[in-house]
């Protein structure tokens, strides 16, 4: 059997961006020779996110939909994604084509290299400053208290071997620290510029 990818994708109010997101990741993967599955998960969209989402999985039946009753938020999104995955390599990526599926290759590598957790690294960001501040002092933060020195630790375009997620339990804000809950399991953390 084929190795498996599985995509967890949170998306609220992303109508928009649902379709050209899944072509961009069905086109990348196509020739890597992996099975795959892509599941979102519409954390309480109030425009046409679920109807976009349903209408792909009647055309791909490796599209799964999960649909939350409100919103919950990223962390109860993403661990609703990796209680379903049934894949050997989860990727998290965010729904809102900040995230450029062309990396997802050189997540790959770095997994094949022995890492467990590969986390993205939004090196030209185009966020305004009042998340590039916050996102700066939590990552040195993080790196003082647990000496885990990462650049973009709360970056949603991460790659995860099975194992990794399936130790994880997310609630509230959790999402932000995920690389650190792994570290302290000894996962190997590494990131990549994308
Ligand atoms: N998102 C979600 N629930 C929320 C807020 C955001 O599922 O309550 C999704 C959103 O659709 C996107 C991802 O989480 O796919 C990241 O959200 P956003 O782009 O707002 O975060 P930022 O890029 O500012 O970190
Ligand atoms: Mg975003």
Redesign the pocket.
């Known amino acids: 059997m084929d190795r498996k990818l599985s995509f967890v ?6 109508a928009e961006s649902i379709v050209p997101l899944y072509e961009q990741i069905r086109g990348t993967i196509k020739n890597l020779g992996y099975d795959y599955e892509m599941i979102f ?1 519409d ?2 969209s109030t425009d046409g996110t679920f109807k976009k989402l349903e209408q792909l999985h009647s055309k791909d039946k490796n599209v799964k939909v999960i649909k939350f009753r409100g ?1 919950w ?2 962390s109860a ?1 993403l661990q609703a994604g990796f209680d379903k995955a049934q894949g050997d390599i989860i990727f998290t990526m ?3 084509l ?1 995230d450029n599926p062309q990396e997802i290759p050189a997540f790959l590598n770095k997994l094949n290299e022995g890492y467990d957790l590969v986390s993205g690294w939004k090196k030209t960001r185009h ?1 305004p400053w009042h ?1 590039v501040i916050p996102s700066r002092i939590l990552n040195y933060l993080t790196g003082k208290f647990t000496g885990i020195w990462l650049h973009d630790i ?1 970056c ?1 375009f991460k790659a995860y071997k099975i194992e990794v997620v399936k130790a994880l339990n997310l609630y509230g804000e959790l999402y932000r620290l995920i690389p650190i809950f792994a570290a302290k399991k000894n996962f190997k953390v590494t990131e990549i510029p994308i």
């Not at 994708?9 to 992303?14: F, G, S, T, V, Y």
């Open positions: 994708i949170p998306a609220k109010n992303e998960i954390d309480g919103n938020g990223k999104a965010d729904a809102d900040q966020d998340k709360n949603g």
